[in-house]
């Protein structure tokens, strides 16, 4: 408790401190050293300028023991000259105009920032603020308007993102010439962000589509591992995966990196079976690459390439092995500003300055020294006059006007915003007070045309229209290259439409005129599927024949489909053919040989009812019942020619008929046999003692018993044709190439009836004949007609599991076979041996021979 009352004096303190504070505006102290505009103007409005004038820097390690001195840029970039010199160019034009902005000058503030991000942020900050040391005992205030209104700038991605989410929550537009990372079109994080050159996602699928339209489906990517590359092969990825293109490899590197990565992602390249490389690099990186890769001879590759090096000559120049010959990719459309040209070349606005940026690009580009060296004799004296006529480097090369295009419209969105906020006519109300916010509102909403004719606005993302040129790399004769425009993308068109090539021959990899080929698996002909390899890309397959009675019909078909039930596949797979139909026909063998020997058997039972009927008034005859003979002899002829009614394409009316002539032809013949069998029997029984038996069994009661036999299987078959009768049907299981025109049961019920009623009756046949197999040779023909239903049986006991197991039109040729088998059991069995006795015995043809009894023989 003792503390209290320190602590509370300690509360009072503060609150007072904090009162006291907000009754004084802060004083402002700058930390660090003040950022200094390589090249300024002063003017009623000024636009800030960041281009990075060197591309690096020199490292030098820091003990940390003193303050770390600045940055000390090398290399210096021509190509960013020539942008700031168009800024230049566009302000000078417009501060020379009556028509927009009269009255109002146009002043710049320009920094170099060496490609280094940091320093970037610091000149954004510069930009941002009066960059002007403020002592600690100043009275100046903190809170103050920004030093310019807008900035163009910068050239690359990953600046631009860390410019844009700096000065972002202040509003300032930036407005990039060549900053196309699909990332900066998100407005939640940079809002401030403008620019007049395509986003990346457009670029992405144009190289995408231009990929696929050339069939290469196994590419290799390398991209630069920043913004730039990072988003852009995103994107491209994901665009190449739904046109089915796949990724071997994607590599990235970056142009600080230590050789040994750079040499990592050669290796790649060296071990990869792609043949096409998708380059989403920057001009610098590329660089890099370039030299890298002509140490290793790394040729024969077709490269595909951003439009951030394809149609860049400094590329080109350094390429002097011809990696990149025949390299094709999408750039901006080319176009021309008038004036510029000169205006670039002419570098007297530049020489007013004399500062140490213009004495540095003046050396370099004259190869010369102001103050020249006694101990260094290697470069004469620059007097300031030299003339550019005759000097071929990359600063008087105008191959990128695409781009200086873009800064010059960046400049000139900026002015027509000015116009519209200063209400300019013939002159411009110059009390109204700019704020970035208003500028950036107008900028958005700008819609004009350049002096060439070229419409200039921004969607809602602040990106213009995408549109690019497909250029392709031709080497000359004298090693330079021709940038050669091949075809265009217009992103505004249906995707179909999108990419047009022009009917022009393309030059590729090693001045070949043939498209490489770069696919992991060759396409799969017609009469294959693709089957994926397990652990590769989907472009990674085997190709697998179809299966039987399956088909494809065109290139990379996924799966085979099956042919209809009426066709088959053919040898190639390709297409589908109708089956054949087969039946057992009257043109093949096996219906010729079962026709044969149906007929054969029509005439042999012919010829023996002629001997029969010759013979009719003999003993033989009449003692075997004659009337039984002739019904019989005729049921068998009949059966033999009920056989081919089995032969030939299956009908509705043939099926019917084949299965009922059967069945009743069969009864017939065996009600005759049945009634003769029974005729010897009573014959028999009637010479015993007592027994008049045959009264019974005479000519009316033969003739009633076979009616009555035959009646009942015509019943069946009536039932059977009127509930469900035969039909003819296609048979497609038992053979996949062939269909099977048979006649299909329809009642099964039916057909079993019928046979199963023709077997009853021989076995009631085949007992009564066993029963008078002991009657008096000379009498008796019971023996045979028991031989001839044993044979009978035999055959038909045999048909029932053969006719079940053959397939298609061999059950029918085992049906027919089995109906000429048992009648010519029974032809044979039960007349041939009275043929003989009858053309060959005669002798024995006789009244008396017919009643003697001799010894009894038994079997």
């Known amino acids: ?211 696929k339209h050339f069939g290469w489906t196994w590419v290799g990517a390398v991209r630069t591992n920043d913004d730039y590359g990072n988003n852009g092969m995103a994107t491209f990825t994901e665009t190449a995966e739904q046109l089915g293109i796949c990724l071997e490899y994607s590599v990235s590197f970056f142009r600080t990196d ?137 600063f008087t090369d105008m191959s990128l006007m695409p781009i200086f295009n873009n800064v010059y419209k960046g400049v000139y969105a900026v002015a027509h915003a000015l116009h519209d906020i200063l209400g300019c006519d013939k002159t411009c109300n110059n009390n109204v007070q700019l704020d970035p916010f208003t500028i950036l509102q107008h900028i958005q909403k700008i819609h004009f045309k350049t002096k060439e004719g070229e419409e200039v606005y921004f969607n809602e993302n602040g990106d213009p229209a995408a549109k690019y040129e497909v250029i392709n790399w031709q080497p000359r004769e004298n090693g330079s290259v021709d940038f050669i425009t091949v075809g265009v993308y217009d992103a505004s068109l249906p995707f179909d439409e999108q990419l047009k090539l022009q009917n022009k021959s393309i030059l590729w990899s090693q001045s070949s005129k043939q498209v490489p080929v770069s696919v992991c698996s060759e396409k799969c002909p017609p009469g294959t599927r693709k089957v994926l390899q397990k652990g590769k890309p989907v472009c990674c397959h085997d190709c697998i024949g179809c299966a039987e009675g399956e088909m494809s019909n065109m290139t990379d078909a996924v799966t085979c489909v099956r042919c209809p039930p009426e066709s088959w596949s053919n040898e190639r797979r390709d297409a589908c053919i109708k089956k054949e139909a087969v039946f057992l026909s009257y043109d093949e063998i096996m219906g010729i040989l079962l026709t044969a020997a149906s007929l054969f058997g029509t005439c042999i039972t012919a010829i023996v009812t002629i001997i029969f009927y010759r013979n009719r008034k003999t003993p033989l005859v009449r003692a075997n019942n004659s009337e039984l003979s002739f019904l019989l002899l005729f049921s068998l002829t009949l059966c033999f020619l009920c056989s081919l009614t089995f032969i030939g394409q299956p009908s509705t009316w043939s099926c019917m008929l084949r299965h009922t002539a059967f069945g009743i032809t069969f009864v017939l013949c065996l009600s005759c046999v049945l009634g003769k069998t029974m005729v010897v029997l009573m014959a028999f029984k009637a010479t015993l003692p007592g027994r008049n038996v045959m009264k019974w069994f005479g000519p009316t009661q033969q003739r009633l018993s076979v009616l009555g036999f035959t009646l009942v299987q015509v019943i069946i078959c009536i039932l059977w044709l009127s509930i469900s009768p035969p039909f003819p049907s296609k048979n497609f299981k038992e053979f996949k190439e062939k269909i099977i025109l048979e006649c299909a049961l329809g009642s099964a019920v039916g057909f079993w009836s019928v046979l199963g009623y023709i077997g009853l009756l021989a076995v009631l046949c085949f007992v009564f004949a066993f029963l008078a197999r002991k009657l008096p040779d000379n009498f008796n023909e019971a023996k045979f007609i028991t031989f001839s239903m044993l044979i009978f049986c035999a055959v038909w006991i045999t048909f029932i599991p053969a006719y079940v197991s053959s397939p298609g039109n061999f059950s029918v040729a ?26 060959l015995k005669p002798e024995k043809n006789t009244k008396k021979h017919m009643m003697g009894k001799g010894p009894q023989k038994t079997f």
């Open 1 to 211: 408790m003792q503390g209290w009352p320190e602590l509370g004096c300690a509360l009072l303190q503060l609150v007072f401190l904090v009162s006291f504070s907000q009754t004084e505006e802060p004083l402002c102290v700058q930390i660090g050293d003040p950022e200094i505009a390589q090249l300024s103007q002063d003017g009623d409005i000024v636009l800030g300028g960041i281009f990075y004038f060197h591309s690096s820097w020199k490292n030098r390690e820091d003990m940390y023991t003193q303050k770390p001195l600045a940055l000390q840029c090398i290399s210096l970039n021509f190509r960013e000259f020539q942008f700031a010199q168009t800024m230049l160019f566009a302000i000078e034009e417009i501060n020379n105009s009556t028509d927009l902005l009269p009255g109002v000058s146009l002043g710049y503030s320009i920094y170099d920032t060496c490609g280094s991000i940091p320093k970037t942020i610091k000149v954004a900050l510069a930009l941002n603020n009066d960059n002007v040391n403020t002592s600690s005992n100043s009275d100046a205030p903190c809170t103050k308007p920004v030093q310019v209104q807008a900035i163009v700038g910068e050239t690359s991605s990953s600046p631009s993102t860390a410019i844009g989410s700096l000065i972002g929550p202040f509003h300032i537009p930036l407005i990039s010439h060549f900053a196309t990372c699909a990332c900066l079109s998100d407005k939640t994080k940079y809002p401030s962000f403008l620019r007049t050159i395509p986003s990346d996602y457009y670029q992405s699928r144009a190289l995408a589509q231009l990929v």
């Open 258 to 394: 230590s050789t040994e990565k750079i040499q990592k992602v050669i290796k790649t390249i060296q071990a990869s079976t792609s043949k096409v490389i998708v380059a989403f690099v920057s001009h610098l990186d590329m660089d890099v690459l370039i030299h890298e890769m002509s140490n290793y001879n790394l040729t024969g590759y077709q490269w595909v390439g951003s439009e951030s090096w394809i149609s860049d000559s400094q590329i080109a120049a350094v390429d002097k092995n011809h990696v990149l010959d025949g390299a094709i990719g999408v750039s901006i459309p080319n176009t021309h500003v008038s004036g510029l040209r000169e205006f670039i070349l002419d570098v007297r606005p530049l020489r007013s300055l004399n500062n140490d940026l213009y004495k540095e690009f003046w050396e370099t580009l004259f190869s010369c020294k102001f103050k020249q060296e006694k101990s260094d004799g290697n470069y004469r004296e620059c007097t300031g006059h030299e003339d550019l006529t005759g000097v071929e480097n990359s």
């Open 814 to 839: 085992v049906e027919i076979f089995a109906i000429l088998a048992s009648t010519f059991g029974l032809l044979i069995c039960i007349f041939i041996p009275k043929c003989y006795i009858m053309l």
